[in-house]
């Protein structure tokens, strides 16, 4: 295999303006902020693989793309800290859990469900991975793709229209599975699923978990 090592990836601070009133341009400036710093590697099929260091997952950091949500009281009321959904009406929502292989930290392609919010969240102690994109990209490229780590005990709500890869996550056993839930629709993967891949760019990601 022949790599090429450039500088190490990084993850800043993300710091809003105040003017920011829209999510593309929210968007817009977590791309900048969190601008990666490509390690790359081309494979023998000519394929580079970039780097792409997952970031901590914080509210406001995650806004473009959806929600960041954890426990809360029994008695609490519905407001903001619960996941405000969005379904098309006449959708049937589906909740389940569903069992994912271990396909590693790589990323292929980028998805979209324009019609409804999906909520995704692990079962076991472990953190897991997720690629995102902002909603209003038509087809984002990977320079364009935000990595964050989900801690065990967190869920999160994608925004319709939110590019996204994974749940992913990494096990020394290539036979290893996980639980996740997943909230979406009964036809969301056969009627409302956009999927945009970086082959023409000859590139995939790779997920870096924070040090």
């Given at each position: 295999m022949l790599s090429l090592v450039a500088s190490p990836p990084f993850c800043a601070k993300a710091v809003f303006a105040k003017d920011l009133d829209t999510p593309l341009r929210q968007a817009a400036k977590v791309t900048k902020i969190h601008r990666q710093r490509r390690r790359?590697?081309?494979?023998?099929?000519?394929?580079?693989?970039?780097?792409c260091q997952a970031c901590t997952l914080t509210a406001e950091v995650f806004k473009p793309f959806g929600q960041v949500l954890s426990a809360i009281d029994d008695s609490a009321k519905?407001?903001?800290?619960?996941?405000?959904l969005s379904i098309e009406p006449g959708q049937i929502p589906r909740f389940y859990i569903m069992r994912l292989p271990n396909r590693g930290l790589v990323f292929r392609?980028?998805?979209?469900?324009?019609?409804?919010t999906q909520c995704l969240g692990g079962l076991g102690n472990e953190p897991w991975y997720i690629a995102v994109a902002a909603p209003e990209l038509e087809a984002p490229t990977i320079e364009e793709v935000t990595c964050f780590e989900v801690p065990p005990g967190t869920f999160i709500k994608l925004e319709c229209g939110t590019w996204h890869a994974g749940p992913l996550f990494e096990d020394d056993d290539d036979d290893a599975k996980r639980d996740f839930y997943n909230l979406e629709c009964s036809d969301t993967n056969l009627t409302d699923a956009e999927s945009v891949g970086f082959g023409k760019e000859g590139v995939i990601g790779r997920i870096v978990p924070p040090s």
């Amino acid at each position: 295999m022949l790599s090429l090592v450039a500088s190490p990836p990084f993850c800043a601070k993300a710091v809003f303006a105040k003017d920011l009133d829209t999510p593309l341009r929210q968007a817009a400036k977590v791309t900048k902020i969190h601008r990666q710093r490509r390690r790359a590697q081309v494979t023998s099929a000519g394929v580079e693989e970039r780097a792409c260091q997952a970031c901590t997952l914080t509210a406001e950091v995650f806004k473009p793309f959806g929600q960041v949500l954890s426990a809360i009281d029994d008695s609490a009321k519905f407001g903001k800290d619960d996941a405000q959904l969005s379904i098309e009406p006449g959708q049937i929502p589906r909740f389940y859990i569903m069992r994912l292989p271990n396909r590693g930290l790589v990323f292929r392609k980028v998805t979209n469900h324009k019609n409804v919010t999906q909520c995704l969240g692990g079962l076991g102690n472990e953190p897991w991975y997720i690629a995102v994109a902002a909603p209003e990209l038509e087809a984002p490229t990977i320079e364009e793709v935000t990595c964050f780590e989900v801690p065990p005990g967190t869920f999160i709500k994608l925004e319709c229209g939110t590019w996204h890869a994974g749940p992913l996550f990494e096990d020394d056993d290539d036979d290893a599975k996980r639980d996740f839930y997943n909230l979406e629709c009964s036809d969301t993967n056969l009627t409302d699923a956009e999927s945009v891949g970086f082959g023409k760019e000859g590139v995939i990601g790779r997920i870096v978990p924070p040090s």
